[in-house]
């Protein structure tokens, strides 16, 4: 499941995606309902539980878990693409740009003390879209030129909104900075309407706040608990879709 990656934003074609599956997956700018999950030891269902939120229509699932080693992330990793390429969806990695690169993953994510994207993008070699994380509206707008630069960051993530155990000691951004990220997009040339860089909000997101979080300027989410913990997890991503298309103005 690798990508090729374009030489510049600038480069890309307005409206179409940088980065498409080989085997025929929708890409980044298709993608609108983006999840996180652990490795569910306590379940002991990964498998089951990966392929249950792609039918639902999850678009992209990243595997982020602090506390497995090496081996066995690429096991796991191993059968999310498996269950991905069947779907027709993308999967990512978290931070580790050495497991990113052995998986073969088509999209890869940093944080803002992680590795510097342009030394991922050199480790990565063009063979997977880059993703950062940003808190405040100065990252958002870092995040913004670094999509226009040479080193081409491919989408970035706004919050977190909501306070979530997910996230523990990270301070709550509130509505607030999705506002600013849609504004800022939009003044660039970079809104989601131009084809620009793809960004998601994040961060607390559920059923009863998703809403919100769209009447404030975004298009596209990342969720954990609103379907790591459903008893139901296609059925939890697809009301999850359906309340995006509801809030759409």
């Known amino acids: 499941m690798n990508v090729s990656h374009p030489p510049a934003a600038a480069s890309r074609p307005s409206g179409t995606d940088a980065f498409i599956n080989a085997e025929g997956s929708a890409g980044l700018h298709d993608a609108r309902l983006y999840l996180c999950t652990d490795a569910r030891r306590s379940r002991g269902d990964f498998e089951q539980f990966v392929d249950a939120a792609f039918a639902g229509g ?26 991905a390429v069947r779907h027709g969806r993308l999967w990512a990695v978290n931070d580790r740009a050495d497991i990113a690169v052995l998986s073969g993953a088509p999209v890869f994510h940093i944080g803002q003390k992680d590795l510097p994207l342009e030394a991922a993008r050199t480790l990565l070699d063009g063979n997977a879209a880059i993703g950062l994380s940003s808190h405040s509206p100065e990252q958002v707008d870092a995040a913004l030129a670094a ?14 909104l909501w306070a979530t ?18 504004a800022a997009a939009a003044a660039q040339g970079q809104g989601q309407s131009d084809g620009g860089v793809p960004w998601f909000a994040i961060g607390g997101i559920d059923h009863g706040n998703v809403e919100q979080v769209v009447e404030a300027g975004a298009s596209r989410i990342v ?27």
Do not use: H, M, N
């Open 58 to 83: 999850v678009d992209i699932i990243q595997l982020r878990d602090k506390s497995i080693e090496a081996a066995e992330e690429l096991e796991l990793l191993a059968i999310l693409k498996e269950a």
């Open 165 to 182: 155990p997910t996230k523990p000691g990270r301070a709550a951004v509130g509505l607030g900075l999705v506002k600013y990220a849609a």
């Open 223 to 249: 969720v954990v608990r609103a379907i790591t913990e459903a008893d139901d997890p296609a059925a939890a991503a697809a009301s999850l879709l359906d309340a995006l298309d509801a809030a759409r103005p």
């Open 147 to 160: 999509a226009a630069g040479p080193a081409a960051l491919d989408y970035f993530c706004v919050g977190p």
